[in-house]
């Protein structure tokens, strides 16, 4: 998850041990640097998922090693540092009594030498974020020809708990896809969001290019539940 945790030192405060073999004192604090770390991702993401990502470090890390009250602090602390309010994260940092060895949130102590370690995409967006786009603006995706690919069947894992096979063809995209789970359905393609290994996948790739064994399924995230079937006429009570 990108390193949240926690050695102890002696209890009396001393940082006196070097962190990592670099010879840098632990009890050595420095102000705070400007620079922002500069990371890329594995995979080209977007605002959203970039703050998914944040979200579920920021829900687990208090739950390891270390105070409750330094998360917070340092959760403060980096969200001004990214907002470019350089003397507030400072003040958050020395009003809990949070050392820096290195000048960087990415390694930090707390007076009783707890250690804590912020990963890199809490401090900054990587260099390769992408715009998302709206829902409102459908991709525009040409059908394949009917006679080009070969026809199977596709597992999916719905975020609604349903499990299915969709019929699909080597040559769709992920967009056709969509569509054709749609009309299966009745999800909106714009209200899905797919997965394979963790990965996204975004709406120009084609089947044939994810490489997916017979066996392995494709996670789908429903962002809206599908729209409730109209109520038949009832039939008529006769007098």
Not at 2 to 11: A, E
Not at 57 to 85: C, V, Y
Not at 103 to 124: F, I, W
Request: proline fraction near 8%; include cysteine; charge should be negative.
């Amino acid at each position: 998850m990108g390193g949240c945790v926690g050695s102890h030192h002696d209890s009396s405060g001393s940082l006196n041990e070097n962190s990592d073999g670099t010879g840098v004192a632990l009890g050595r604090n420095q102000a705070l640097k400007r620079e922002k770390p500069k990371w890329k991702s594995d995979y080209p993401m977007t605002d959203g998922q970039l703050r998914s990502k944040r979200d579920e470090f920021w829900d687990t890390a208090p739950a390891f090693e270390g105070r409750k009250e330094i998360w917070d602090a340092l959760k403060a602390a980096a969200q001004a540092f990214e907002s470019n309010d350089h003397e507030l994260a400072q003040a958050i940092i020395d009003g809990a009594s949070i050392t820096l060895p290195h000048g960087a949130l990415t390694e930090c102590y707390d007076e009783l030498g707890n250690r804590y370690q912020l990963p890199v995409y809490c401090l900054s967006p990587p260099v390769n974020m992408i715009e998302e786009k709206s829902e409102l603006e459908p991709l525009e995706v040409p059908d394949p020809p009917l006679s080009e690919g070969q026809e199977c069947q596709l597992r999916l894992r719905l975020s609604t708990g349903h499990d299915l096979r969709l019929a699909v063809r080597t040559t769709d995209t992920v967009q056709h896809m969509k569509r054709r789970l749609q009309a299966q359905e009745g999800v909106a393609a714009s209200a899905q969001r797919w997965f394979f290994s963790g990965r996204p996948l975004t709406d120009k790739m084609k089947l044939e290019e994810l490489k997916i064994s017979r066996d392995y399924v494709v996670q789908v995230i429903v962002t809206q539940p599908p729209a409730p079937a109209l109520p038949q006429n009832p039939t008529p009570v006769e007098n």
